[in-house]
């Protein structure tokens, strides 16, 4: 679903070259859920702008459902992001003159649904996310939880492959980002691939894996305790 090899991404100025990424390792298979940890400032952002689509690399390989996506011009990069993708932010996005219906219309609207089309697209999402009674409604009127479940329906009304979630719960008080958690996981659970970055350990260790980012280089925390378990077994 997402495979990286030896990805890195140099910020270069007239100075200074600034290495986010290097020798970068990882696959996230279809359906998984893994949250991404690291300090600020490790390259988590980075690679989640560069898993989306939303950012180039500098060097190595990246394969998003089958596609090589090294080399394509930004109309190509733009169609497979939204075939492929829904991004979830810490800030929710939403648009405050817009009532939910017409917000999470919005992005069907550029992929060029027609009115039915996008109207059963976004019921249906609403109804996953618990906010069918609600479509009139203007985010001033939910609370946090509620706004990010928006967020959400927005992502899910364009039916993506892998689910890109930065901070998801990052604004919502602790009830409010275990409701969100439990929401995540059910997508989760009827297929949805989510990639996920938290600073929550508790919410991180609700993941399948959890992989740490450091100073640019990325270690599979779940492997290493996989490996951990195995060596003491083995020695026992």
Not at 171 to 188: F, K, P, T, W
């Amino acid at each position: 679903m997402i495979k990286m090899q030896q990805l890195s991404k140099v910020y270069r100025t007239h100075l200074i070259e600034t290495h986010a990424l290097r020798g970068f390792d990882i696959t996230v298979k279809e359906g998984e859920f893994v949250a991404v940890t690291g300090p600020s400032g490790s390259g988590k952002t980075t690679f989640l702008n560069i898993a989306g689509l939303l950012e180039e690399f500098t060097g190595g390989e990246f394969w998003l459902d089958g596609v090589s996506v090294k080399g394509l011009d930004d109309n190509a990069r733009s169609k497979l992001r939204n075939e492929k993708l829904g991004f979830i932010f810490q800030g929710f996005n939403l648009i405050p003159d817009l009532n939910l219906f017409d917000n999470v219309d919005v992005p069907l609207r550029y992929r060029g649904f027609n009115a039915a089309e996008r109207k059963r697209r976004i019921e249906e999402a609403l109804g996953r996310v618990g906010l069918s009674s609600r479509l009139k409604h203007y985010p001033a009127e939910l609370s946090g939880g509620q706004q990010q479940r928006v967020a959400i329906a927005r992502a899910l009304a364009g039916s993506p492959k892998v689910l890109l979630a930065d901070e998801p719960t990052g604004n919502l008080d602790s009830q409010m980002a275990r409701g969100v958690m439990e929401l995540l996981e059910d997508i989760n659970a009827q297929g949805t691939t989510i990639l996920m970055v938290t600073h929550d350990p508790e919410l991180a260790a609700r993941a399948q894996r959890n992989v740490h980012i450091m100073d640019g280089t990325v270690t599979d925390l779940t492997q290493e305790t996989q490996h951990a378990i195995r060596h003491v077994a083995e020695t026992a």
